[in-house]
């Protein structure tokens, strides 16, 4: 993204064109998640939730903080919370159904075939193991290998997320590393195993911005590289831009637009997804002798989950609003080809 103004879409990205009818590596279909508020109602996360994934297409998942997409990332690996459960829909995986499945079949696909890119590596290193072992651990979960076999991939792994001195690192604990080179060495332990499916969430989150383009730059070369899916949850407009080829756009646990990013970025539909993009400041175009546009943010703040309005869970902080907007919630339709929007302004 560029440091102002509206996100950059990066072209020539060989990923396959996006098509609903190409079969799709992950399906998910009416996803319902809610947790438990401890006051016997429930607090809907997910809500009717659909999306696919081709095989090779980055897909992303935009919205901010609390609108479920890292709710939807657990229950697609079956790591929800017991506090969470899911109380309708359907998961898919290359066609075979992950709800449902116990967990030493979760294990079989965790790490091997599906992985995730964790937002805060500090977290999701153990401080007191070395590096080398902690990408070789996940090797070790999935292959009959031997010890020496398992190290030289976690070597070669290291050596692929781009550091030129992979055996230093191998031998380093998390706290002798930077914030980048910790997120380098979680993209390692979610490549270590080469998965055909990556679920990243909120990768460049923790980073500062110029650790964060080269994330997304390692991740878009390590995409096109060994042919990931990819599911990029972010509320960072940039990383998608960068990133995807197909984003949606999340509402307090619903999708309410969907598109080509460009399309999206470029000519939002839904009056959440314009109110995001004008959130963001707007340097002038060089030459120009128009001044620096001050961002606009979206007036409110995000719907208490436990206690959803009967209509659209945006009207209150809408300035498109009509009189159907307050008795139900609007219907997924389809303006244009390739885009999806929830909203009665395109018939709902």
Known sequence: MERHGRPRIARGRRQLPYHPLVPALLEVRDLAVHY????????????????????????????????????????????LPRSARVVNGSIRFRGRELLGLGEPELRGVRGAEVSIIFQDPALALNPVRRIGSQVAEVVQAHRRWSGRRCRDE??????????????RIHDSYPHELSGGQRQRVVIAQALACRPALVLADEPTASLDSTTQAEVRGLL?????????????????LGALATLARRVLVMYAGRLVEAGDSARV???PLHPYSRGLLQALPRAPEPGSSRERRVPSPIPGSSPDL????????FEPRCADRLPA?????????RPADGRQVRCFKYGG
Do not use: N, W, Y
Not at 37 to 43: A, F, I, N, Y
Not at 220 to 236: F, K, T
Not at 325 to 331: A, E, F, G, S
């Open 220 to 236: 878009g070369a390590l995409q096109r590289r060994l042919g990931l899916a990819m599911l990029v949850v972010s509320h960072d």
């Open 36 to 79: 438990a508020d401890g006051h016997g109602g429930p607090v809907v996360a997910v809500d009717e939730l659909s999306l696919d994934v081709p095989p090779g297409e980055v897909v992303g998942l935009l919205g901010e903080s609390g609108c479920g997409k890292s709710t939807l990332l657990l229950a697609i690996l079956g790591l």
């Open 154 to 167: 976690a070597l070669s792994m290291l050596a692929e997320v781009g550091f030129p001195d992979p055996v």
């Open 325 to 333: 907007c307050v008795d139900r919630p609007p219907r997924e339709t």
């Open 306 to 313: 436990a206690r959803l309005p009967a209509g659209c869970a």
């Open 265 to 267: 970025f470029g000519d």
